[in-house]
């Protein structure tokens, strides 16, 4: 079965054609990443103007690239939360529109679905079978979570960030440090040769009084990065200067440490508490080196096998997106199309 997937919930428009669910016939993206470069973060309008320039093309290109047609590709899927909503509204009225006029159904997946699916999008990857119970930390630029994944469209919500996502925090250190915009893949070039011990940074949460916890989530498996920011903000200003060669390196290692670290240490405690069959990290920050390393120290010192995400699949794409629908397809769990676009959309079990 061939699914045509379009995602634009954020800054990438993004289409791509994908058989039964893994195999990637094409990946169509257009970063808009040097339209917002300028403003140091995604500006909405401008996103959404230019989902409206670009997808009819990436549409094309998709296709094109995947030897099909219109007419050839069995249904289609589409992002339709969470979000920003002007972005949203673009691809969902592209995938509706083409939908009712091939008269094929219309899949509505969750985008942190898309990414929790990504793991799964290379020939060697374990089977869902061989994968599930998985625990899945969902690190991308607008989200931080560890999701207890039972099996195909379970989810249990164990812990997310109570403030800036871990993608967050590396963006807005990476204004602070005059380093430019998207802060992940900055702080990670930055950080090279660097001392990630030179400075201690906060791990979040830890010193925070279990009595006063007010969150519905276990504070153990929480994340907070806003007194990381705050820690690094107050370094800068407290210098005389501002930071570079050497003493610039050692900063960005000692800031990426602390959010891998953070990161790492929660996923630890999930694995000790729940009985699961393998782990898995997706979204963009998944593809932060430093990360990587410790998430495969752990799955070495733990025997629990790590699902990690093909580069090409890491950041926001339309296949993860084919990939949930053919799932949903296949169990029989389409649901009723979707409505509307839900810019708050949570993660939810198929019923
Ligand atoms: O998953 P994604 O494309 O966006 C959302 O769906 O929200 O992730 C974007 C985030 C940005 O915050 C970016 O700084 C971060 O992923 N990122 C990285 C790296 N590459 C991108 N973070 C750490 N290390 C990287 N190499």
Known sequence: MKILGIESSCDETAAAVVEDGRIVLSNAIYSQIAKHRPYGGVVPEIASRNHVAKLPGIIDEALAAAGESFESIDALAVTYGPGLASSLLIGYAAAKTMAQRLNKPLIGVNHHEGHL????????????????????????????????????????LLGSTID?????????????????????PVIQKTAEGGNPDHIRFPRGLDNVDRGKWVYKYDRDLCFSFSGLKTALLTHVKNLDHAPEGDELRDIAASYQEAVCDALATRVERALKRFPIKSFACAGGVSLNKVLREKLTQLSGKTGIPL????????TDNAAMIAGVAYEKIRMGKTGPEPIDVNPNLRLADWV
């Open 117 to 156: 699916h990504s793991v799964f999008m290379k020939p060697d990857a374990l089977s869902k079978d061989e994968a599930y119970p998985m625990l899945g930390l969902l690190v991308s630029g607008g989200d931080s979570s560890l999701v207890m994944m039972s099996g195909p469209g379970r989810y249990e």
């Open 164 to 184: 800036d996502a871990a993608g967050e925090a590396l963006d807005k250190a990476a204004a602070v440090l005059k380093l430019g915009y998207p802060g992940g």
């Open 307 to 314: 699902l990690l995400c093909p580069p090409a699949y890491c």
